[in-house]
């Protein structure tokens, strides 16, 4: 059973960089061929795709946050990680991980989410 748990900080100042990580267990993060994504809710809203960190360790993000957004991971602690610069109120959201078999595929897993907010 893989289980993923998000953690970071719960209030963030605009400007700065929230980051979160995000830990696996009970499957590597490099295990072939599973794509590890970060999501994203704000109130109110329905699920933002940030982007992805695949099992070769390529990365891809929505092209709206791209310029602000850095996903990486920790293969010694099989977790993955996200960074997102820049911070404004509008980034407020519970954040989620969560794993797909393929790129295009339904994700099957999913942490349980974090709230984020952004506020001074």
């Known amino acids: 059973q893989v289980q993923l748990q998000e953690s970071g900080p719960g209030l963030v100042k605009p400007s700065q960089t929230l980051s979160l990580t995000c830990a696996v267990s009970?499957?590597?993060?490099?295990?072939?061929?599973?794509?590890w994504s970060w999501i994203r809710q704000p109130p109110g809203k329905g699920l933002e795709w940030i982007g992805y960190i695949a099992y070769s360790g390529s990365t891809y993000y929505t092209p709206s946050l791209k310029s602000r957004t850095s996903i990486s991971r920790d293969t010694s602690n099989n977790q993955f990680s996200l960074q997102l610069s820049s911070v404004t109120p509008e980034d407020t959201a519970v954040y989620y991980c969560?794993?797909?078999?393929?790129?295009?595929?339904?994700?099957?897993?999913w942490g349980q989410g974090t709230q984020v907010t952004v506020s001074s």
């Open positions: 009970g499957g590597s993060i490099t295990t072939n061929y599973y794509f």
């Open positions: 969560a794993r797909a078999s393929t790129v295009i595929a339904p994700y099957d897993y």
